[in-house]
């Protein structure tokens, strides 16, 4: 198993361009969360899913949006970047919610410039 | 108040030192408890849940404070290995939310 995946590794964006961060797990996980990370800070989380079709908001969504077509995927799209977007991006699945253990991907690295 | 926090550290110590975090938390509906482990630009990985009675693995032993609202990580005769940074996250429904983490440096 693959586990989660993460697309692309690092980015560079110019100020308004948008870009989409493709994030797979392959283990049929229902929970799927998407997180931020900026240097010496802890994870925020922007938005989850709790299966396919369903989404809700974390505690910083605004600039992004998510959909959940697939129980396999979760891509975020960032409209309009913005150099306060620079971040790490984590993508995580879970099997049961916010109960059990969360699966990370590897990360990308966004400088928006 | 941020609803996790952690003492952010650095935490430098020898090898073969005694170390202890602390996490608390502000959402008494908590109800899961974690300890990551996370290496300089790679992503979080689970170092132990955190049980109402405590647990250990090997050198770590995490316990978990109701009443106060914390819990603890506890790593015994710590390895040049052991640096890294520690975030703890509680869980309530369906996400967890994390702490800032806690960076530990162990020297030779």
């Known amino acids: 198993n693959a586990g989660v995946t993460q697309t692309p590794k690092f980015r560079i964006l110019k100020i308004g361009q948008s870009m989409t961060l493709q994030c797979a797990q392959d283990?049929?996980?229902?929970?799927m969360y998407w997180y931020r990370q900026d240097p010496g800070m802890g994870l925020k989380l922007i938005y989850y899913?709790?299966?396919?079709?369903?989404?809700d908001k974390g505690e910083v969504p605004n600039g992004y949006n998510v959909s959940r077509s697939t129980t396999e995927d979760f891509p975020l799209r960032l409209e309009l970047a913005a150099p306060s977007q620079t971040s790490v991006y984590f993508c995580?699945?879970?099997?049961?919610?916010?109960?059990?253990?969360?699966?990370f991907g590897p990360g990308t690295r966004l400088t928006v410039t | 108040r941020k609803e996790v926090e952690q003492d952010p550290g650095p935490f430098n110590v020898p090898e073969g030192a005694t170390v202890a975090f602390n996490c608390t938390y502000s959402?008494?509906?908590?109800?899961?408890f974690f300890w990551y482990r996370q290496d300089c630009r790679k992503e979080p990985k689970l170092l132990m849940s955190?049980?109402?009675s405590g647990n250990e693995d090997g050198r770590f032993t995490a316990q978990l404070n109701r009443a106060s609202q914390y819990i603890s990580l506890l790593i015994r005769d710590s390895k040049l290995s052991d640096s890294a940074t520690y975030l703890c996250?509680?869980?309530?429904?369906?996400?967890?939310?994390f702490g800032t983490g806690t960076l530990l440096a162990v020297q030779p």
């Open positions: 995580a699945s879970s099997n049961l919610g916010g109960s059990y253990e969360q699966y």
């Open positions: 283990m049929n996980h229902n929970y």
């Open positions: 899913s709790v299966g396919a079709g369903i989404t």
């Open positions: 959402n008494s509906a908590s109800q899961s």
């Open positions: 955190v049980y109402s």
């Open positions: 996250g509680t869980g309530a429904t369906n996400k967890l939310i």
